[in-house]
């Protein structure tokens, strides 16, 4: 939808991240990284003017939710913006990689967050077909912690899970790091068979939206591959894993965590293709 609106150009880029938020400003990167909380708002006027909290866009999150939606618009209206507009992650991380957003060339993005998938094919400024899973990284660090559970009789927190998730988690068979506590040791093969459902849902999701589109659009995304981004992508074997099912070669985002960030703050160098690509939610 283009927003004809929207007259003065976007300076700035929101996109929530668990519980801290962070601000894109164009021509700086990325200005802010702060956890919600009460003194929010007045973090935000030590970065920012008046002027440049009327208008700015939003990277939705992963599988967003109209309960989460309403949540993140209420914290952004109390810290002070008043105009907002929203962007798909998945057209975010394809603006990571360059893509060109013309008609002639389709990708496939996938965004692995927390709590959801998204994935998406594109072709030019439009969204060919698309789909969203409910699992993300915290499938994964639930399974961790089940895993433990089950093995050794021990109830991990949520944050120790997620501390052995981000050290060890592979796809990669024979993976021979481990993690060492006074109570239990935890092999990355272990990890490797808990959370290797989570991703053959998200493979099997590719697999199923790529039948889906036409016969040409199809065989360009086989030739070019797909691409990966946010938080669940840095695991490692991502890309072994996918060509090994689907035989497609796939890019990693080099900095996953604030892709779909960057590619949003990327795109503020086009404003009238900007526009092009956002909405209002």
Known sequence: MFNVQYLVPIEIIANFNNDSLRLYKRGLGI?????VDGDLKKK??????????KKIAVVAASGETEERLACEKAILYDSGFSDLIYIQPTVALAAYFGYPFTEQVPVMSVVIGETATDLAIILGEKILYSGILDVGTDSCINAIIDLVADKFNIELSYETASGIYHDIASLMKNDTRYVKTPDFI???EQVREAIYPVY???IGAIN????????????????????FGRVGAGIRG?????????QLQSMIAIDEENATLLGAGALLENPQLFLKLTYDA
């Open 44 to 53: 935000i006027k030590q970065v920012l003017t008046d002027q440049e909290q």
């Open 208 to 227: 199923h939206l790529l039948p889906q589109t036409s016969t040409d659009v199809m065989r360009q995304i086989i030739n070019t591959g797909v691409l």
């Open 186 to 188: 935890l092999k990355a």
């Open 31 to 35: 200005i802010f990284n702060e956890e």
């Open 238 to 246: 991502l890309t072994e894993a996918v060509y090994w099912s689907l």
């Open 200 to 202: 053959s849902q998200i």
